[in-house]
């Protein structure tokens, strides 16, 4: 009998049956088949500690005996109060204010009302549009979808639905460029802005790597062009590190790469260590400091039912815990050497003629080809060697979780390249 799930991104009548999993640990998952698969992608990027970690696993344990769940509104309780002071202790200094919800994408939804909002409580209602970057994907709620690239991302289909806002080019100097390398990428920005800055209220990004809008990698200098620029033109800077935060560039947010602070700042998927669905949008001072005032209209409507849900808030305090106490920005920088060797410097692969580039960022790096005809069967190839590789597009790429040994790192690398020797 088949199983009545509705799986995402699906071709229903082409799909095949889905493996059903029925555990692991560490960066590893275990099928029902009896299969034990290494997990090149850490379920979408969220689970940086790897499966069944047991200070996590005892942390929801512990945390369940005394307090599952309780609205937020007009409560508190100690797991939020203590994971909102960590997370302005460690996120770029001046971001003071943290409102919870449930999923990235709804934080994000959570940042633009924020933003359009703000400036209305400023008197400037004409700023209710965004400015978002091409190749962007910031989620699949319908607000999210209206700032995704509206001509290579996933919801075209919707257009006709979506508000409509406005975009610029995707910067195309790569992560290691020189300042003056940067300029051509912040002239477009600029020239967008400077045309249509009197209707938007915010600038939304990816700091540093656009992740599922085709792993694009970009420079720390074209972050810090983008605060000038924002700040020259009144229009509020969001950063949506639900991919970036939490190490995956290397740093611990990707903001810290160019030493930039944000208006807002958007985190999810590494909050919890992906054990529980979590969101938090933070703002600064001068955010927040807007909708303190006399009126109605000074409040912000937005109360999802399970923000701030004790049980996610006492896993994502433990998850930093680990991250902190057992050295993961080294180890994300060990991941980083093997998977600059491995895949960087293989020659034979960036000269594959199905090959675009080969691109590396902290512990993500991703192989690029022309046509995502190339990659079809590369999942049930990676199987095959008991590695699941689960590629979109044209990009065939890792995320592994940080737990991972540099030897089983090798193992997803070595699948990798060995798709492209097949022939």
Request: proline share 6%.
């Amino acid at each position: 009998m088949s199983s009545p799930v509705w799986h995402p991104y699906a071709h229903l009548k082409t799909q095949t049956p889905a493996p059903k999993v029925i555990g692991g640990e560490g960066p590893y998952f275990h099928l029902e088949s009896g299969e034990r698969l290494l997990d090149a992608t850490c379920s979408w990027w969220c689970m940086i500690h790897g499966y069944g970690h047991p200070r996590l696993v005892a942390a929801i344990r512990e945390q369940a005996g005394e307090l599952c769940h309780v609205m937020l509104g007009g409560l508190t309780h100690e797991p939020a109060d203590r994971l909102a002071r960590e997370l302005v202790r460690i996120t770029p200094d001046g971001l003071n204010h943290v409102f919870y919800s449930d999923s990235g994408s709804v934080g994000m939804e959570v940042a633009m009302k924020m933003a359009v909002q703000y400036h209305r409580l400023h008197r400037r209602p004409a700023k209710h549009r965004m400015l978002s970057l091409m190749k962007a994907y910031h989620g699949d709620t319908a607000g999210c979808m209206a700032v995704c690239d509206p001509e290579e991302g996933m919801h075209s289909l919707f257009s006709g639905y979506l508000p409509q806002h406005y975009f610029a080019p995707a910067p195309t100097a790569p992560f290691d460029a020189a300042p003056e390398e940067v300029a051509d990428d912040l002239a477009a920005l600029r020239k967008v802005l400077e045309v249509h800055h009197e209707e938007i209220a915010a600038l939304l990004m990816e700091p540093l790597l656009q992740a599922a809008g085709g792993l694009n990698m970009t420079s720390p200098h074209y972050l810090a062009g983008a605060r000038a620029l924002c700040d020259e033109f009144d229009v509020l800077l969001v950063f949506d590190e639900v991919a970036t935060g939490f190490g995956r560039t290397g740093r611990l947010f990707a903001a810290d790469h160019a030493a930039v602070t944000p208006d807002i700042m958007v985190l999810s998927k590494g909050l919890t260590g992906g054990y529980l669905g979590h969101a938090a949008t933070l703002a600064t001072d001068r955010v927040h400091e807007a909708f303190i005032g006399d009126g109605a209209e000074y409040a912000f409507m937005h109360g999802p039912t399970f923000m701030g849900n004790p049980l996610a808030c006492r896993v994502a305090l433990e998850s930093l815990a680990v991250f902190e106490e057992e050295g993961y920005l080294e180890k994300i920088a060990a991941l980083n050497g093997v998977l600059r060797t491995e895949l960087l410097q293989d020659r034979a692969l960036r000269a594959h003629p199905e090959v675009v580039d080969v691109r590396v960022l902290g512990a993500t790096a991703a192989i690029e080809v022309h046509n995502a005809a190339v990659l079809a069967g590369v999942a049930a190839f990676a199987r095959e060697r008991g590695v699941w590789l689960r590629p979109f597009g044209r990009w065939l790429y890792t995320m592994p979780a940080y737990v991972t040994a540099p030897d089983e790192l090798r193992r997803i690398t070595d699948t990798m390249k060995a798709w492209f020797r097949r022939s």
